[in-house]
């Protein structure tokens, strides 16, 4: 079963920057790379939004029109780690920040950002944007 933990989260003052991290462990039947990884956040009485994803080979990269521009995902497949650098963050950028894996096999190019196709979920990374 592949699990997954989120690191970086904290407080920050707005046009700040963090960097999220999303370590995978566990014993998964499919290598780290069949899985394409990504973010989303959810905030205090807001629904759960997609942020970014990036695909197994780490060529594709997807964006939400919100953080498009500020935010970048990478991933390091040696060391089962994705990326998600945050700058110029907001107020409303303020949320729980979640990692989730959706295995897409031998297909290593692409991602989705449809919450539904993601199986392994992280419990989550706080990121407080306020000054």
């Known amino acids: 079963q592949l699990q997954l933990e989120e690191a970086g989260g904290g407080l920050v003052q707005p046009g700040g920057s963090l960097r999220l991290s999303c370590a995978a462990s566990?014993?998964?039947?499919?290598?780290?790379?069949?899985?394409?990884i990504a973010w989303f956040r959810q905030a205090p009485g807001k629904e759960r939004e997609a942020v970014s994803c990036?695909?197994?080979?780490?060529?594709?990269?997807n964006y939400a029109h919100s953080v498009r521009g500020r935010f970048t995902i990478s991933r390091d497949n040696a060391k089962k780690t994705v990326f998600l650098q945050m700058n110029s963050l907001t107020p409303d950028d303020t949320a729980k920040y979640y990692c989730?894996?959706?295995?897409?096999?031998?297909?290593?190019?692409?991602?989705?950002?449809?919450?539904?196709?993601?199986?392994?979920w992280g419990l989550g990374t706080q990121v407080t944007v306020s000054s």
């Open positions: 989730a894996a959706d295995l897409w096999g031998t297909i290593r190019d692409m991602c989705d950002m449809r919450d539904h196709l993601h199986d392994h």
């Open positions: 566990g014993d998964s039947k499919s290598p780290y790379d069949a899985y394409a």
């Open positions: 990036i695909s197994g080979n780490g060529d594709t990269a």
